[in-house]
């Protein structure tokens, strides 16, 4: 990895330049040109090395979520994740190694539409969720540090 | 810029509509075009300043606690993820939770209700690592720092993703 790259995925996890031209004025701070910010950020995002450049927001800003686990047998695990991943509302969705071994992230604008996607996946899959709803957050999210 | 749970239930913290639709709008990430705030701000009828200036407020009051790259660990390298549970009194929840919530390799610390009989823990966090013996240490650090190794816990490290993206709302508004 070219220490452009490292640049570019490690310091601008926050304070993403807030004034007309962002992908000019980080080019600016890296030596080379706004096209290039931008195709370089493209092709992370292409072959998922970032998600996207967003904005992380305060749980519970806007609608409700929570973490929801599921037990699978390891035989039907590939098929109920399938069912899982379909949902729009699911966000997150990995295998654990657990007894809980299925664990996703629902996100939905109302607690009306999270039951009912709660109520759809256990219908589909033939397993209820066990629902774990944020209580209180105690981490302050700056991103994430990495070491090359 | 300072965020914390203090702020966090400060009247200030609470987003108006034509924020929410900002935020909504953030979902699918910051267009890559030499505008991007310009971008946004035609889709929402707003100018490119307003947009501008309404994400410097809401990354003051703390409603976006950052707005930039949002990185996936796995493809990174970072492929021992393991999400570490807690079963610690209530009473003592709040002030581990708290000191949890600031070392420096926790990614996400979070209380849920407990769910008796099958799952007795109230407070999670997030590790993420290279390898798994690195991930392991450093859980054991964290217990030690803390003095909770004599606390209930286990660690869920993560085998397969089969989804990660940011959330997606549709005219979602907090109830």
Same mark, same amino acid.
């Given at each position: 990895m070219f220490e452009t790259d490292k640049k570019l995925l490690n310091d601008y996890? %926050?304070?993403? =330049?807030?004034? =007309? %031209?962002p992908y000019a004025e980080i080019g600016k701070s890296l030596g080379i040109s706004e096209g290039e910010v931008i195709e370089d950020f493209t092709r992370y995002i292409e072959n998922k090395t970032i998600s996207r450049i967003g904005a992380v927001v305060k =749980?519970?800003?806007i609608g409700v979520s929570t973490l929801a686990a599921m037990k699978v047998p390891q035989e039907k695990l590939i098929e109920i994740a399938k069912i899982v991943s379909s949902f729009d509302e699911v966000n997150h969705n990995y295998e654990r190694e657990?007894?809980?071994?299925l664990w996703f992230v629902i996100t939905a604008p109302n607690q009306t539409r999270l039951n009912d996607v709660l109520a759809e996946i256990e219908n589909k899959t033939g397993t209820t969720p066990m629902s774990l709803p944020m209580e209180r957050d105690f981490h302050l999210d700056l991103g994430f540090k990495l070491k090359w | 810029m300072v965020v914390n749970v203090a702020i966090a239930e400060d009247n200030d913290a609470v987003a108006s509509d034509d924020e929410l639709a900002l935020i909504e709008a953030l979902c699918v990430g910051l !267009?890559?075009? !030499?505008?991007p705030y310009k971008v946004l701000a035609s889709r929402l009828g707003m100018t490119e300043l307003e947009v501008i200036s309404s994400l410097e407020s809401l990354i003051g009051r703390g409603i976006i606690r950052r707005l930039g790259v949002v990185v996936q660990h796995r493809r990174l390298?970072?492929?021992?993820?393991a999400m570490v549970v807690w079963d610690i009194p209530d009473e003592m929840v709040d002030e581990i939770g708290k000191r949890m919530g600031e070392?420096?390799?926790?990614t996400l610390c979070y209380q849920r209700p407990r769910r008796a009989p099958d799952w007795p823990y109230n407070l999670f966090c997030m590790v993420h690592g290279s390898k798994r013996e690195t991930v392991l240490k450093q859980v054991q650090n964290l217990a030690d720092e803390l003095g909770i190794d004599d606390i209930s816990n286990e660690i869920l490290f993560s085998s397969r993703q089969f989804k990660q993206r940011g959330a997606r709302y549709k005219n979602g508004r907090k109830q």
């Open positions: 996890q %926050r304070d993403f =330049p807030l004034v =007309p %031209r =749980p519970g800003t657990h007894s809980f071994n | !267009p890559l075009d !030499p505008r390298g970072y492929t021992a993820n070392v420096d390799f926790v």
